[in-house]
């Protein structure tokens, strides 16, 4: 049977405690979530109603747009799971300006998105699992290093919703060799800054943009594409998967929230149905301990 994984409870935690334990690579964990959440009706609509209308695995607000796209339902349906989604992405965003002060100037509050499925046993290819352990890479589009952070919450009346964890990027790091390798693809060295041919696609899509604000996901870096490198390499690989001494699991109660740099943290979603995550991007400048973060971590490897 799996470890377990001691969720330390951040309820009454200052700001200064979330954000060091953030940039720590910790999950900060909150016993019942800090944030209102939807009414009971909207609830019901969300848990019994919303999967009859798409078996997709995000139903996604986005707030550039501010709307919910590739959403196929009935006007109505479509309405109400707007309102519910913006609702939710206003009152995260709210805690966190209050709760992590220092991390917010210049970021980016990205999709707020419903996770109605059932987790377990979905028969996906492995890069496209969430059922693997894995890093998170590349969220809404290029992050050029920055942060990424998501806050959940699980809506479940009365399942846990289960992850997995092999512990921090930076310990993995340091344990798998082959992660460095994987990252420097066909390079003798990781490469993290932006060439011409980079800036010049970065600009483009800049342009582009403008006119189509959901074109942004388009855009990369070589260090997102290192990131995803290993991402789809720990997803792959029949060695890392199969190396289980560092395998965790952890447990989130009904109505809970917790909140991680995904990107630093190491995790999977072992089982669980309906949940809320919201993506934010942080700027690497706004973190206290850079050194932490995975962007330098590349950048000092052999």
Request: aromatic share 10%; net charge positive; with cysteine.
């Amino acid at each position: 049977m799996p470890k377990s994984y001691a969720l330390r409870k951040f309820d009454d935690a200052t700001p200064a405690e979330i954000e060091a334990a953030l940039e720590h690579g910790d999950l900060v964990f909150f016993e019942r979530c800090p944030i209102e959440l939807p009414s009971d009706a909207d609830m019901a609509f969300l848990r019994n109603d919303l999967p009859q209308q798409s078996r997709v695995k995000n139903i996604s607000y986005h707030p550039e747009t501010d709307s919910v796209p590739r959403f196929d339902a009935p006007e109505h349906v479509r309405r109400r799971v707007t309102a519910i989604l913006k609702a939710h992405h206003a009152a995260v965003t709210k805690y966190l300006q209050k709760n992590i002060p220092n991390l917010v100037p210049g970021w980016t509050v990205g999709t707020t998105s419903f996770r109605a499925v059932e987790e377990e046993g979905r028969d996906l290819k492995a890069r496209s699992s969430s059922e693997i352990v894995h890093i998170d890479a590349g969220a809404y589009g290029a992050t050029n290093g920055n942060r990424i952070m998501r806050f959940f919450v699980n809506l479940s009346p009365s399942r846990d919703r289960v992850w997995g964890t092999k512990g921090s990027f930076s310990k993995l790091f340091e344990k798998h060799a082959a992660l460095a390798i994987v990252a420097r693809g066909n390079s003798r060295r990781i490469t993290l800054r932006k060439g011409f041919a980079d800036r010049c696609f970065t600009g483009l899509i800049s342009g582009l943009s403008k006119l189509y604000p959901l074109a942004r996901v388009l855009d990369s870096s070589p260090y997102d594409r290192a990131m995803r490198r290993i991402h789809n390499y720990m997803k792959e690989s029949l060695y890392f998967r199969a190396d289980s001494s560092d395998y965790r699991e952890m447990r989130f109660p009904p109505l809970c929230a917790w909140s991680v740099f995904s990107d630093g943290f190491s995790h999977s979603v072992v089982s669980g149905q309906y949940a809320f995550a919201t993506t934010i991007l942080i700027p690497l400048e706004n973190c206290r301990t850079p050194e932490q973060a995975p962007y330098h971590i590349l950048a000092a490897a052999k």
